[in-house]
């Protein structure tokens, strides 16, 4: 087969890892593929990996009128067989830009929400039982679930994190708990914001320092936050190094990782223990118990709100206090996805889902069509408001000043739940 594959983007994201770490699995079993997509950080990533990769133009709006006919032009030059788009608006770019040539498109789809702006007719992969379920009720095409894969290969417990913890002054007696997240307000501040609260309140009983490995647009506020952090403690709780495009010495690095998505997974398949995070306050360690939890609905959740920080706190705590515990977990967690979520698993579901479309592609519906071009540009032009642009600064800032104004006392570790 001759395949074309569009990330959301690529900057650094687990999403995006994912669609490449996937296309170059499917180019190691014998197929061609081009990654298409906004040049960005990853563009050497992709490289790294022996793939072809294709610019697309930089307009914003969704459908994108440029990258519709960049699409239809490669899927004619290339003689592509199949479109794999990531997320809806490159799935919005992608299907009309097939639809010109009738080329069939797959849209995998990894964020927690099914979105309305996918036509019906597109075939799905997604992320989660729960939300495979929910995109079965509304899609007309066919929908699948498949988790987000890791290469168990390349992310593995013989990895070397201790130039990591010497590029960043954590010395041997220091308890190191690493997150690796972008640094945005939608889905990641809520959890980043507990995270540097909970370090808060540890810092007063244990020689804990939190790492924050990332980058985006909340990054000053959260830097102006931990250094709040830091000022009370009279030493570095909490550092903010920037990104890192090979994030596996920051997992290898840590004793324990905090984190969501494929964030966790990477960080269970290097064998560390891991504290998933969600919004409005949700934490839950990764254990047994909490398995069936997770496989359900992924690598993520939403609670209630209420005493986020002194929870994530309550639960650090305890790991850190049992370190064979978090050795036994680190353990557990490798197996599961060496078993459950490996690459090569992924890879062969996701060649079989190919050749069912390429065989029969569902048909195309003129009414989807129409709804969702209609909703992706009401989208688009809300989103490019400069009302809306403040707002969303507004929930920042509230946000990180809200959640800790007054940091919760260390005695409330005693009664977190």
Same mark, same amino acid.
């Given at each position: 087969?001759?395949?074309?594959?569009?990330?959301? =983007?690529?900057?650094?994201?687990?999403?995006?890892?994912?669609?490449?770490?996937?296309?170059?699995?499917?180019?190691?079993? %014998?197929? *061609?593929?081009?990654?298409?997509?906004?040049?960005?950080?990853?563009?050497?990533?992709?490289?790294?990996?022996?793939?072809?990769?294709?610019?697309? /133009?930089?307009?914003?709006?969704?459908?994108?009128?440029? #990258?519709?006919? $960049?699409?239809?032009?490669?899927?004619?030059?290339? #003689?592509?067989?199949?479109?794999?788009?990531?997320?809806?608006?490159? +799935?919005?770019?992608?299907?009309?830009?097939?639809?010109?040539? %009738?080329?069939?498109?797959? +849209?995998?789809?990894? /964020?927690?929400?099914?979105?309305?702006? @996918?036509?019906?007719?597109?075939?799905?992969?997604? !992320?989660?039982?729960?939300?495979?379920?929910?995109? !079965?009720?509304?899609?007309? !095409?066919?929908?699948?679930?498949?988790?987000?894969?890791?290469?168990?290969?390349? =992310?593995?417990?013989?990895?070397?994190?201790?130039?990591?913890?010497?590029?960043?002054?954590?010395? *041997?007696?220091?308890?190191?708990?690493?997150?690796?997240?972008?640094?945005?307000?939608?889905?990641?501040?809520?959890?980043?914001?507990?995270?540097?609260?909970?370090?808060?309140?540890?810092?007063?009983?244990?020689?804990?320092?939190?790492?924050?490995?990332? =980058?985006?647009?909340?990054?000053?506020?959260?830097?102006?936050?931990?250094?709040?952090?830091?000022?009370?403690?009279?030493?570095?709780?909490?550092?903010?190094?920037?990104?890192?495009? =090979?994030?596996?010495?920051?997992?290898?690095?840590?004793?324990?990782?905090?984190?969501?998505?494929?964030?966790?997974?990477?960080?269970?398949?290097? !064998? #560390?223990?891991?504290?998933?995070?969600?919004? $409005?306050?949700?934490?839950?360690?990764?254990?047994?118990?909490?398995?069936?939890?997770?496989?359900? $609905?992924?690598?993520?959740?939403?609670?209630?709100?209420?005493?986020?920080?002194?929870?994530?706190?309550?639960?650090?705590?305890?790991?850190?206090? *049992?370190?064979? #515990?978090?050795?036994?977990?680190?353990?557990?967690?490798?197996?599961?996805?060496?078993?459950?979520?490996?690459?090569?698993?992924? @890879?062969?579901? $996701?060649?079989?889902?190919?050749?069912?479309?390429?065989?029969?592609?569902?048909?195309?519906?003129?009414?989807?069509?129409?709804?969702?071009?209609?909703?992706?540009?009401?989208?688009?032009?809300?989103?490019?408001?400069?009302?809306?642009?403040?707002?969303?600064?507004?929930?920042?800032?509230?946000?990180?000043?809200?959640?800790? /104004?007054?940091?919760?006392?260390?005695? /409330?570790?005693?009664?977190?739940?």
């Amino acid at each position: 087969m001759r395949l074309l594959v569009y990330p959301h =983007d690529l900057a650094i994201g687990g999403s995006q890892i994912n669609a490449i770490d996937l296309a170059a699995g499917v180019a190691a079993a %014998g197929h *061609d593929v081009i990654v298409y997509g906004v040049p960005g950080p990853l563009v050497s990533y992709i490289e790294e990996r022996g793939l072809k990769f294709v610019p697309a /133009s930089p307009l914003r709006y969704r459908p994108a009128p440029s #990258r519709i006919a $960049q699409i239809a032009a490669i899927a004619l030059r290339e #003689r592509i067989d199949l479109i794999h788009a990531y997320e809806w608006p490159p +799935c919005l770019d992608a299907y009309f830009g097939a639809g010109l040539l %009738g080329v069939p498109l797959v +849209c995998t789809v990894l /964020s927690m929400d099914v979105m309305p702006h @996918v036509p019906a007719s597109v075939p799905l992969i997604m !992320g989660t039982a729960q939300l495979g379920r929910e995109a !079965g009720r509304i899609q007309h !095409g066919s929908v699948w679930v498949m988790e987000p894969p890791v290469d168990t290969e390349r =992310d593995n417990p013989a990895i070397d994190g201790s130039g990591f913890r010497e590029m960043n002054g954590v010395s *041997d007696n220091e308890l190191l708990v690493v997150t690796v997240s972008r640094l945005a307000l939608d889905l990641k501040l809520d959890a980043l914001v507990r995270a540097i609260d909970a370090a808060d309140l540890l810092a007063e009983h244990f020689p804990l320092k939190l790492i924050l490995v990332g =980058d985006g647009a909340s990054r000053e506020a959260l830097t102006a936050r931990a250094h709040a952090v830091n000022l009370r403690h009279g030493r570095k709780v909490i550092a903010l190094p920037g990104s890192e495009r =090979d994030p596996r010495a920051a997992y290898a690095a840590a004793d324990l990782v905090i984190g969501m998505g494929s964030s966790a997974l990477r960080a269970l398949a290097i !064998g #560390r223990p891991v504290v998933v995070q969600g919004e $409005q306050g949700f934490s839950e360690i990764f254990e047994p118990a909490t398995l069936p939890l997770f496989l359900e $609905q992924g690598f993520y959740g939403v609670a209630e709100g209420s005493a986020g920080a002194a929870r994530l706190a309550s639960q650090i705590e305890g790991l850190l206090r *049992d370190r064979e #515990r978090m050795e036994e977990l680190g353990h557990f967690g490798r197996q599961v996805v060496a078993e459950r979520f490996s690459l090569k698993r992924a @890879v062969d579901l $996701q060649l079989e889902i190919y050749r069912n479309i390429v065989v029969a592609p569902p048909w195309r519906r003129l009414a989807d069509s129409l709804r969702s071009a209609r909703l992706a540009l009401t989208v688009e032009a809300s989103n490019h408001h400069p009302l809306r642009k403040r707002r969303k600064k507004h929930q920042e800032q509230e946000l990180l000043t809200a959640a800790g /104004s007054g940091f919760w006392p260390p005695s /409330s570790l005693t009664n977190a739940g």
